[in-house]
């Protein structure tokens, strides 16, 4: 736990001693490089901040500047888009010039499917940041905020381990209880205080799961 936090002062620390200078930004690489799909980042980038909206334009970018952190932004994007940033994450972390820079996934909901890959591609930390517009001094103030709780191990922790997805359509999705044989359909209060949340430990089905003869 010391460990992880140690990790996440020392990306802000890095991203803050860059200088705000747009010169010296081109010396010393970028102290943020956003890659935004959905366009849901609202404000021009500032100095030392750079925004894309194609994970192969973001790649190129990465390798060729070395940001100081990866921010990815998650909408409300199609699976097929989705499936390019998780793609995207693991390049990133295979890539022997891009590897060791940190990489923030920015969530619109708390999802344990999407969070269990991006812990496998080796994406460092995760915000959920909903699905509104965020302008750039917002998302500077999440950078400046990660800690132990944005690790994705942690988050993977207080979600419960049944959440299950079954997909609607490339836009919408259903999320259904998998200690109840997947028949129970979740949402609204239940999945926001018990099954995203560590309460999960004490709910019913989750001490008790159904399961099929």
């Known amino acids: 736990m010391a460990c992880t936090g140690m990790k996440a002062a ?7 001693n860059q200088s705000d200078t747009g010169e010296n930004s081109q010396a010393r690489g970028l102290r943020v490089l956003l890659c935004d799909p959905a366009g849901a980042v609202n404000q021009p980038a500032g100095a030392g901040e750079e925004r894309v909206a194609s994970p192969l334009r973001c790649l190129d970018r990465a390798t060729d500047r070395r940001p100081a952190i990866i921010v990815l932004r998650f909408g409300n994007l199609p699976v097929r888009e989705q499936e390019a940033l ?9 890539n022997r010039h891009t590897r060791s820079i940190p990489v923030l996934a920015l969530l619109p909901a708390k999802h344990r499917k999407l969070l269990e890959n991006l812990r496998q591609a080796g994406v460092d930390f995760a915000h959920h940041a909903g699905e509104i517009a965020l302008d750039a001094q ?3 103030a999440i950078i400046a905020g990660l800690g132990p709780e944005d690790r ?15 997909s609607i359509d490339p836009h919408h999705e259903m999320t259904v209880c998998g200690a109840y044989l997947d028949r129970m ?11 995203g949340t560590g309460d999960h430990l004490r709910c019913e089905y989750y001490l008790n799961p159904r399961r099929s003869a």
């Open 185 to 195: 359909v979740l949402g609204g209060r239940r999945l926001r205080e018990i099954c």
């Open 10 to 16: 020392a990306v802000n620390m890095q991203i803050n």
């Open 138 to 140: 917002q998302i500077r």
């Open 152 to 166: 994705l191990a942690r988050q993977l922790a207080t979600l419960c381990p049944f959440l299950h997805y079954n």
């Open 86 to 94: 998780l793609e995207l994450s693991a390049l990133l972390k295979r």
